[in-house]
């Protein structure tokens, strides 16, 4: 007695939904719906395609490679020099007005931060502001931990390959050079510098590194990044950010600069122009290349006709698998089945 009643205390309501009894529509493809919807599905891709294209032709780009491999290069000389913060410059000239806002990028190829031991090679709880990590870095940093016995803080090979080079920009108007202004305010993701990166709760933020040294390939310490504006360093430094979040394919390009004020808000306009250019970065043992981009940008995005391209195809592929079915049904009109 006490078991059947066990078991019926067990045994689920007898409702249309706990029975599994509710309602239910399953399609029937036949061909009067599948051919007319693979047109439709195909027509949408292709419009999709054809606007995703024409606008990605419409943004303006000018690109400039700066390795120095070649020697009629202006920064040829920079690459057999062991100088640091070598000058060199590229001169260029702009045909029609670079439509604002300008974003400059700095590029690298044959550079694979999707590499899984590089990747890895950081101290999350450190880059969060956790002292207790400033003194004993994770192992996963190796072999960027310590350096003559002391704690490297940021530690890791990410942090340590951090982009050195700098630039200016200025237009040549009447023979003399007029500083083009960059803007870095804004630069790296929302939430790397709000959620994901933080520093340690310490004034002043220099005292925090104390018992610590800077990342090998570093010329100055984390809380020295940016002099010119004391918020701008440690963890949450915009070009510190930036080169944190990795790209996923070897050839790649990152924000360092927006174009947006001053006589320039709308753009560059037409004229000829000097970028400087500091050079620290080596890329030559990699087999590397070293390129700067002056881009806008659309309701898309940047430039990218691989997308429109694929939209296209996909579309296509689906107005010419409807004819080869509509072909099919017309020869063999195979009967619904009832």
Same mark, same amino acid.
């Given at each position: 007695?006490?078991?059947?009643?066990q078991?019926?205390?067990?045994?689920p309501?007898?409702?249309?939904?706990?029975?599994?009894?509710?309602?239910?529509?399953?399609?029937?493809?036949?061909?009067?719906?599948?051919?007319?919807?693979?047109?439709?599905?195909?027509?949408a891709?292709?419009?999709?395609?054809?606007?995703?294209?024409v606008?990605?032709?419409?943004i303006?780009?000018?690109?400039?490679?700066?390795?120095?491999?070649?020697?009629n290069?202006?920064?040829?000389?920079?690459?057999?020099?062991?100088?640091?913060?070598?000058?060199?410059?590229?001169?260029?000239?702009?045909?029609?007005?670079?439509?604002?806002?300008v974003?400059?990028?700095?590029?690298?190829?044959?550079?694979?931060?999707?590499?899984?031991?590089?990747?890895?090679s950081?101290?999350?709880?450190?880059?969060?502001? %956790?002292? &207790? +990590?400033? #003194?004993?870095?994770?192992?996963?940093?190796?072999?960027? @931990?310590?350096?003559? /016995?002391? *704690?490297?803080?940021?530690?890791?090979?990410?942090?340590?390959?951090?982009?050195?080079?700098?630039?200016?920009?200025?237009?040549?108007v009447s023979?003399?050079?007029?500083?083009?202004?960059?803007?870095?305010?804004?630069?790296?993701?929302?939430?790397?510098?709000?959620?994901?990166?933080?520093?340690?709760?310490?004034t002043?933020?220099?005292?925090?590194?104390?018992?610590?040294?800077?990342p090998?390939?570093?010329?100055?310490?984390?809380?020295?990044l940016?002099l010119?504006?004391p918020?701008?360093?440690?963890?949450?430094?915009?070009?510190?950010?930036?080169?944190?979040?990795?790209?996923?394919?070897?050839?790649?390009?990152?924000?360092?600069?927006?174009?947006? %004020?001053? &006589? +320039?808000? #709308?753009?560059?306009?037409?004229?000829?122009?000097?970028? @400087?250019?500091?050079? /620290?970065? *080596?890329?030559?043992?990699?087999?590397?290349?070293?390129?700067?981009?002056?881009?806008n940008?659309?309701w898309?995005g940047?430039k990218?006709?691989?997308?429109?391209?694929?939209?296209?195809v996909?579309?296509?592929?689906?107005?010419?698998?409807?004819?080869?079915?509509l072909?099919?049904?017309?020869?063999?009109k195979?009967?619904?089945?009832?």
């Open positions: 007695m006490v078991k059947e009643e078991e019926s205390s067990d045994r309501d007898n409702t249309a939904f706990t029975q599994q009894r509710l309602p239910a529509w399953q399609p029937m493809l036949s061909p009067g719906i599948v051919i007319p919807g693979f047109v439709l599905i195909g027509l891709f292709i419009g999709i395609g054809v606007a995703l294209f606008t990605s032709n419409s303006q780009v000018l690109e400039m490679d700066y390795t120095g491999v070649e020697q290069s202006p920064c040829f000389k920079c690459t057999n020099t062991d100088v640091k913060n070598c000058m060199c410059k590229l001169d260029f000239s702009i045909d029609t007005l670079l439509k604002g806002p974003f400059f990028y700095y590029g690298l190829t044959n550079y694979f931060q999707n590499y899984r031991r590089y990747g890895v950081k101290d999350d709880n450190q880059l969060s502001g %956790d002292l &207790d +990590y400033f #003194e004993t870095p994770d192992d996963t940093c190796s072999p960027y @931990e310590y350096d003559n /016995n002391q *704690p490297i803080v940021p530690c890791g090979s990410v942090a340590n390959s951090m982009f050195n080079d700098t630039f200016k920009l200025y237009q040549i023979g003399a050079k007029k500083l083009v202004p960059f803007d870095g305010k804004g630069i790296a993701w929302w939430s790397d510098y709000n959620v994901k990166y933080r520093n340690p709760s310490v002043p933020l220099k005292n925090a590194f104390n018992g610590t040294v800077k090998i390939f570093w010329s100055k310490p984390a809380y020295e940016d010119s504006d918020a701008n360093n440690g963890f949450i430094n915009q070009d510190f950010l930036v080169w944190m979040r990795r790209a996923a394919l070897p050839d790649f390009n990152k924000l360092y600069r927006r174009i947006t %004020d001053g &006589d +320039y808000e #709308e753009g560059l306009p037409a004229g000829k122009y000097t970028l @400087e250019i500091s050079y /620290n970065y *080596p890329v030559l043992s990699f087999g590397g290349r070293k390129k700067v981009v002056f881009s940008v659309s898309m940047g990218n006709e691989f997308l429109g391209i694929a939209y296209l996909i579309g296509s592929l689906c107005v010419f698998m409807s004819i080869v079915m072909i099919v049904y017309a020869k063999f195979f009967p619904e089945e009832e």
